[in-house]
């Protein structure tokens, strides 16, 4: 496995080692020894998350103020663009955003640890899109983030009005949002 940081170091690309013939592909989409090895962390996975979304479907920016929950995404259909907001007060990085796209082909992994927000907008048809989380959803202590505060600069690929949902169209700005110390 491949680990490569981002622009917000603590986000880092998972590119697993893909075995591939004429018969089609395998690989190992997650090793627990392999991952605290190659990243330097010691996470433990309590939930496994799975989504199918339409074309256009923007989805985010979530987080939770309390049980703040670490991430490891993936998309296995389909393609999304994935963005992940640092949150977090006392950070250099606060404010900024990472994103990237997330396909079944190109197999990458996006690890976003506690403390950032997250969302995705699927780029194909539809996208099957996976993730393992640090600790439990908890709608109590959800929190959103507007996906277009221009304070933040997302730049979506995105050349109409996006499909969402009521409370993500309710999301806070960065200035009036609950954010980690």
């Not at 496994?48 to 993936?74: A, E, F, T």
């Not at 403390?115 to 995705?120: C, E, N, P, R």
């Not at 600790?135 to 969402?164: H, K, M, R």
Request: net charge negative; aromatic share 12%; charged share 20%.
């Amino acid at each position: 496995m491949k680990v490569t940081p981002t622009s917000i170091p603590s986000v880092l690309i998972i590119e697993p080692k893909v075995f591939g013939d004429t018969r089609g592909f395998f690989f190992e989409s997650f090793n627990q020894r392999a991952f605290n090895r190659a990243t330097g962390l010691d996470v433990n996975f309590v939930q496994d998350n799975h989504s199918r979304s339409s074309k256009r479907v923007l989805r985010g920016l979530h987080y939770q103020i309390q049980q703040p929950q670490g991430k490891l995404v993936r998309v296995v259909r389909g393609s999304v663009f994935d963005v992940t907001v640092d949150l977090r007060k006392s950070s250099p990085t606060f404010g900024q955003w990472v994103g990237m796209e997330l396909t079944e082909d190109n197999h990458c992994q996006l690890w976003i640890p506690p403390g950032f927000a997250h969302g995705f907008y699927v780029l194909s048809d539809s996208a099957d899109f996976l993730y393992k989380t640090t600790d439990y959803y908890a709608p109590e202590f959800e929190c959103s983030l507007v996906w277009n505060d221009p304070t933040i600069g997302i730049v979506w690929p995105i050349d109409t009005q996006p499909i969402i949902s009521v409370k993500d169209a309710q999301g806070m700005s960065l200035a009036d949002a609950a954010v980690f110390a």
